[in-house]
């Protein structure tokens, strides 16, 4: 059973940093991407980010290019993905949550696609104020 457990998540002010973590457990070989999406009160859920497992491509929405960066950490079975957030700013706010998806890579055309991912954390509360 793949779980994924995010931590990291905080307040800060405009213009800070944090880095949140996504550690999986229970690690499936067939999971070829992983993703960060966030959910603010009263929206959608959204795509942040996303890599191919491997040193594959990475995605990023518009709104955090330049900004944020995803990576990932497969050395010594730690099985952990990194999301740095750098210049936050309070449209940031929300709930993180990480999630992986197999046996398929993303694409262009599908990482921001919640519904191709299997397994979520519980996320992780990112505040921002101005």
């Known amino acids: 059973q793949v779980q994924l457990v995010e931590s990291g998540g905080g307040s800060v002010q405009s213009g800070g940093s944090l880095r949140l973590s996504c550690t999986v457990s229970?690690?499936?070989?067939?999971?070829?991407?992983m993703g960060w999406f966030r959910q603010a009160p009263g929206k959608e859920r959204e795509g942040v980010t996303a890599?191919?497992?491997?040193?594959?491509?990475?995605?990023?929405a518009d709104s955090v290019k330049g900004r944020f960066t995803i990576s990932q950490d497969n050395a010594n079975n730690k099985n952990t993905v990194y999301l740095q957030m750098n210049s936050l700013k309070p449209e940031d706010t929300a709930m993180y949550y990480c999630a992986s998806r197999s046996p398929y890579y993303c694409s262009s055309g599908s990482w921001s696609f919640s519904g191709s991912f299997a397994y979520w954390g519980q996320g992780t509360q990112v505040t921002v104020s101005s």
């Open positions: 229970g690690w499936s070989y067939s999971t070829l991407c």
């Open positions: 890599i191919n497992i491997g040193g594959g491509a990475r995605y990023y």
